[in-house]
C-alpha cells in the first residue's frame, strides 16, 4: 500500500499561472482532505469531500478549487496563483460514513511545497 | 477557527524525562486525536480516544481525555532525541465530517 501520495512534491510558479496537485489514496477512503500550513499558523482546512462526487468548503477556500471525480483521487487547482498561496500543503484522507457520524483517523501524504513569485 | 489549544507552545527537555502537552477545546467531541509532525514531513497519527474513553496508552504514549473540563493531555515518557517534533491534537465533532486543529506544541529533546 502507497497510503496517501501527492503530486508534485514541489513547485515554483508566477504570479498569475495555474497548476494542479493531485492526491491518490489506495485505502478505499471516503474521506479526503486539502490543507494549507503556514508556519505559526497550524493546519487550515482548503476544501474537502465526504464522498466521490461531492466537495465542500473549508475554512480557506478562496483562490482554490477542487474536483473529487473519482474516489481514489481528490485534485487542488490553483487557477491564478498569488504570493499569499505560497505554502506547503497536505492531503489527508479516513475512513468516514457518507451519511456522517464520526471522523476517523486521518492518514496524511507527504505535502507539497509551493513557491508563488 | 482552532477549536483545539495545546499548551505549552513550545517545549525542551533533555533526553530521557517525561514530556507533557495538553490540549483544550471548547464543544462537545465524539473524539480526540493526537499527530505527530517531523520536520517538513506529513503528519503522523499517534492515538484516537473517544469521548467515552478517559485514558489510553501506546508504547510511551499516554492519553487522558476529560471530558468535564474539555481537556486532554499527552504524556511521552522516556523521551529520545527522535521525539522532536510537532504534536498536535484535533477534535471530531461529529456533523462535521473534519476534525478541527489546535496550533501544535513544538518539542526538542537534547541529547
Known amino acids: 500500500n502507497a497510503g496517501v501520495t501527492q503530486t508534485p512534491k514541489f513547485r515554483v510558479l508566477k504570479t498569475g499561472q495555474s497548476m494542479t496537485l493531485l492526491c491518490a489514496q489506495d485505502m478505499n477512503h471516503e474521506y479526503m482532505y486539502w490543507y494549507r500550513q503556514d508556519p505559526g499558523m497550524g493546519l487550515r482546512l482548503i476544501h474537502y469531500?465526504?464522498?466521490?462526487?461531492?466537495?465542500a468548503k473549508g475554512e480557506v477556500p478562496d483562490g482554490y478549487n477542487v474536483s473529487r471525480l473519482k474516489k481514489q483521487n481528490f485534485l487542488l487547482g490553483l487557477e491564478s496563483a498569488a504570493p499569499s498561496q505560497t505554502s506547503v500543503y497536505f492531503c489527508?484522507?479516513?475512513?468516514?460514513?457518507?451519511?456522517?457520524?464520526?471522523?476517523?483517523?486521518?492518514?496524511f501524504g507527504p505535502g507539497t511545497r509551493l513557491t508563488v513569485l | 477557527s482552532q477549536q483545539g489549544e495545546e499548551d505549552p507552545q513550545a517545549l525542551s527537555i533533555q533526553e530521557g524525562e517525561n514530556a507533557t502537552m495538553n490540549c483544550s477545546y471548547k464543544t462537545s467531541i465524539n473524539n480526540l486525536q493526537w499527530y505527530r509532525q517531523n520536520s517538513g514531513r506529513g503528519l503522523v497519527h499517534l492515538i484516537l480516544?473517544?469521548?467515552n474513553e478517559r485514558e489510553k496508552h501506546s508504547g510511551r504514549l499516554r492519553v487522558t481525555l476529560d471530558t468535564s473540563k474539555k481537556s486532554s493531555s499527552l504524556l511521552i515518557t522516556a523521551s529520545r532525541a527522535a521525539d522532536t517534533a510537532s504534536y498536535f491534537c484535533a477534535t471530531d465533532r461529529g456533523a462535521l465530517r473534519k476534525l478541527i486543529w489546535g496550533l501544535g506544541t513544538s518539542l526538542a529533546v537534547n541529547p
Open positions: 480516544i473517544r469521548s
Open positions: 469531500s465526504v464522498g466521490e462526487g461531492t466537495t
Open positions: 489527508a484522507s479516513s475512513y468516514g460514513s457518507f451519511a456522517g457520524g464520526v471522523t476517523d483517523t486521518q492518514y
